[in-house]
Each structure stands twice: as C-alpha cells, then as structure tokens.
C-alpha cells in the first residue's frame, strides 16, 4: 500500500512539473512577439508584443553602422527590465511632425494627417489635404530641415518627431530629444527597391494602432505594381533610355543599381547605364554621355527642365541627342502643388505603381491607351 501511495504522488509531482513547465513555456512563446510581415524594405522591421511593439530601423542614412531601437506601447504600459531601446513613443500617436514630404502621404492613407502639426517648409507640400490644415493654421511652420525652429516645435509639444538625416550627430534632434520629445528615423529614402519604399506605410501604421490598414494599402500597391509590371514585360519591344542632366558641365544620372533605374527596368526598358554598380548618382562627363545616349530612344526627369527652349538656352550639347531631336523628352518637373512642392518628391516613392504606370505609358503607349500620367509629362 505504501509503495502505491508512494508512486501515485510521484506521478501528481511530475504531472505538476510538466504543467509548471508548460507554462513557462507559453510564457516564453507570448514574449517573443510576432513579427509584422515586411517583404520588400531592408530599413525596418516591427514587432507585437500585444501591449507594446518595437520598431527596429537598422538603415536610417546610407552606410549606417547603428540600429536603432524604438518602443511603441500605450500609456501605462510596464515594459519587461531588460528592454533597451532608443526612445520610447506613446500611442496611438495623437500629435505627430514629419519632415519629409514623403511621410505626408501614409498619414493621408491612413487617415490620420489631422494629427499632423508641425513640418519644416510648409510650402514644398503639394497635397490638398495637406495644404488645408497648412492654410488653416493647424500645421506650425518649423523652418528649414536641417535646422529646425525647435522654439516652435517645443511649444506645440508633439508626441513624436519622425525625423531623416544624412548621416549621424544631427544637433536638432538632440535638443528635442533632451527635451523629452522622443525623435524617430525614418529611412525610406534610403530603400533601392519601388516596393520597398513604399511598405514605410506599415511603420506609420504601428504608431496609430492601424498595422491591418497599412498593410492592406500597401497590398493593393503591391498588386498594381506587379501587375503593370508584368503587362510591360508582355511586349517585345525594348527601347533605350537616357536619365539626367548636366550642372556645371558635369552630367549626373542614376546608377544602374538605383530606385530610378529599377522602374525603368520593370517598365520593360533598357536603361543605358543598367551596368553601374550603386545606389545613388554617377557624375560623367558631357563626351562620354553623348557617346553613349546620343541615339537613346527616350530621355526622362532631365532634372528641372520643362521646356526645349530652356535646355537649348541651358546648353547647346542639348540638341545632339536624339530623343531631343524627336521630342522623346519628359519630365515631373512641371507638376506642382499649389506653392510649387513637385507631386514627384512626395507622392512617387509612396505610389510606385504610378511611376512605373507612367514609363509604360510613354515607353509603350499601347499597352494602357486610356491611361493618363500622374507625374512624367511631355516637354512643351
């Protein structure tokens, strides 16, 4: 009898064990939080914890050697003791300032710009929407980016900054942060791919609780994208293509590894610098272009120029070209906001799928014969 009893408690301690266990267990699953789906940009991921979420940005400048760690949770939240991050945000975010003109659209998206309240030169934004609360007087005017009147913007009180810089050490974002306003890098300039750029909405949405929408808008981009690139690549023809413009005798164009070249490439295009290695810009002289262009099929975003006239009056070298001659040039240097914001610079990385809609349309005019361009015009 006592042996049974004996084996019978041993059974009721290693059944409580494997329950203690199990517990841990499921403890240990729930507090490694679930990761938001991110399938095109390198920048940033999210993750939910349920009562508070993280944001990594590990690309906030080109060639950043820091990641930065940001803690979204609501008010009164008790974060786990060995959390380390970099700032800390309430949410849902109820006052918000930006300082791009790309951040403007995810907040329209997701309906939310009503929370915007301050942005350095108010005049480069060319959304109505936007506009209005300018003109209403319900978005500060903080100066320029670099240096922000932070006078202003301490007194307006956001609850978050996003922010962007070129590299580390800006001396603004310090001063606000030492002032208890939490400033926030946001790297989508940086991302190379269309796509990429534009799934930042999904890190605007975790700041309003609103990540399904995000990822729904940025979905039927996706979509739209993918399936206008695939109506190009149904097309044999594939015309060359000429990018850029000279300043100062020195020409700049995009490399072949760029944001710029990609659309060009999904609008099923030959790029004629698609060879390049980089990210950014090439700088090369006006010989070496015009022996390699100078029969170029199409010339697009010839930097500021909207006209012929100004680019012959800019350079006579102009007019060896090809795609001058037969008047193949287009530019997004014409569509302007109200206060002369260019759409382009705010609204392009947030819609890819009019980018390259808008290349289908001028490189082959066929394929959508109803379809009106948003940025890329004729020049006159």
Same mark, same amino acid.
């Given at each position: 009898?006592?042996?049974?009893?004996?084996?019978?408690?041993?059974?009721?301690?290693?059944?409580?064990?494997?329950?203690?266990?199990?517990?841990?267990?499921?403890?240990?699953?729930?507090?490694?939080?679930?990761?938001?789906?991110?399938?095109?940009?390198?920048?940033?991921?999210?993750?939910?914890?349920?009562?508070?979420?993280?944001?990594?940005?590990?690309?906030?400048?080109?060639?950043?050697?820091?990641?930065?760690?940001?803690?979204? $949770?609501?008010?009164?939240? @008790?974060?786990p =003791?060995?959390?380390? !991050? *970099?700032?800390?945000v +309430?949410?849902?975010? %109820?006052?918000?300032?930006?300082?791009?003109?790309?951040?403007?659209?995810?907040?329209?998206?997701?309906?939310?710009?009503?929370?915007?309240?301050?942005?350095?030169?108010?005049?480069?934004?060319?959304?109505?929407?936007?506009?209005?609360?300018?003109?209403?007087?319900?978005?500060?005017?903080?100066?320029?980016?670099?240096a922000i009147?932070?006078?202003?913007?301490?007194?307006?009180?956001?609850?978050?900054?996003?922010?962007?810089?070129?590299?580390?050490?800006?001396?603004t974002?310090?001063?606000i942060?030492?002032?208890?306003?939490?400033?926030?890098?946001?790297?989508?300039?940086?991302?190379?791919?269309?796509?990429?750029?534009?799934?930042?909405?999904?890190?605007?949405? $975790?700041?309003?609780?609103? @990540?399904?929408? =995000?990822?729904?808008? !940025? *979905?039927?981009?996706? +979509?739209?994208?993918? %399936?206008?690139?695939?109506?190009?690549?149904?097309?044999?023809?594939?015309?060359?293509?000429?990018?850029?413009?000279?300043?100062k005798?020195?020409w700049?164009?995009?490399?072949?590894?760029?944001?710029?070249?990609?659309?060009?490439?999904?609008?099923?295009?030959?790029?004629?610098?698609?060879?390049?290695?980089?990210?950014?810009?090439?700088?090369?002289?006006?010989?070496?272009?015009?022996?390699?262009?100078?029969?170029?099929?199409?010339?697009?975003?010839?930097?500021?120029?909207?006209?012929?006239?100004?680019?012959?009056?800019?350079?006579?070298?102009?007019?060896?070209?090809?795609?001058?001659?037969?008047?193949?040039?287009?530019?997004?240097?014409?569509?302007?906001?109200?206060?002369?914001?260019?759409?382009?610079?705010?609204?392009?990385?947030?819609?890819?799928?009019?980018?390259?809609?808008?290349?289908?349309?001028?490189?082959?005019?066929?394929?959508?014969?109803?379809?009106?361009?948003?940025?890329?015009?004729?020049?006159?």
């Open positions: 009898m006592k042996n049974i009893l004996f084996i019978l408690s041993l059974l009721i301690i290693v059944s409580c064990k494997e329950q203690e266990q199990g517990k841990k267990e499921t403890k240990k699953i729930a507090s490694q939080g679930k990761e938001v789906a991110i399938d095109y940009a390198n920048g940033f991921s999210i993750t939910n914890y349920g009562d508070y979420k993280i944001i990594k940005v590990n690309s906030p400048w080109p060639k950043a050697e820091e990641e930065f760690t940001y803690v979204l $949770a609501e008010k009164g939240v @008790e974060l =003791a060995d959390l380390s !991050f *970099n700032q800390r +309430t949410i849902p975010v %109820e006052k918000m300032v930006v300082t791009s003109t790309t951040h403007i659209p995810s907040l329209e998206s997701l309906g939310v710009q009503n929370t915007l309240v301050g942005f350095p030169n108010t005049k480069y934004v060319s959304s109505k929407k936007t506009r209005a609360l300018i003109d209403e007087g319900k978005v500060k005017e903080l100066g320029k980016n670099e009147n932070t006078e202003v913007l301490l007194d307006i009180q956001p609850d978050v900054v996003i922010g962007f810089a070129m590299e580390s050490g800006n001396k974002f310090n001063i942060q030492k002032n208890g306003i939490p400033v926030i890098y946001n790297g989508d300039w940086v991302e190379a791919d269309p796509l990429g750029k534009a799934e930042w909405i999904k890190f605007f949405g $975790a700041f309003y609780n609103k @990540e399904d929408l =995000a990822s729904n808008i !940025f *979905n039927d981009i996706e +979509t739209s994208y993918n %399936e206008a690139k695939k109506l190009a690549a149904s097309t044999k023809q594939q015309p060359s293509v000429l990018c850029g413009s000279m300043y005798d020195v700049y164009l995009p490399y072949g590894d760029s944001w710029q070249a990609k659309f060009i490439k999904d609008a099923h295009a030959k790029y004629i610098y698609s060879d390049t290695q980089g990210s950014g810009s090439i700088s090369m002289a006006f010989e070496s272009v015009l022996e390699n262009a100078q029969d170029a099929d199409f010339w697009i975003a010839p930097g500021s120029f909207t006209a012929y006239e100004t680019m012959t009056n800019a350079s006579e070298h102009y007019d060896k070209f090809e795609a001058f001659q037969k008047k193949e040039i287009y530019s997004y240097a014409g569509v302007l906001g109200e206060t002369g914001g260019a759409l382009y610079y705010e609204l392009a990385p947030n819609r890819p799928d009019l980018v390259l809609k808008d290349l289908i349309k001028i490189f082959h005019p066929d394929l959508l014969p109803n379809y009106e361009t948003t940025f890329f015009k004729p020049l006159d």
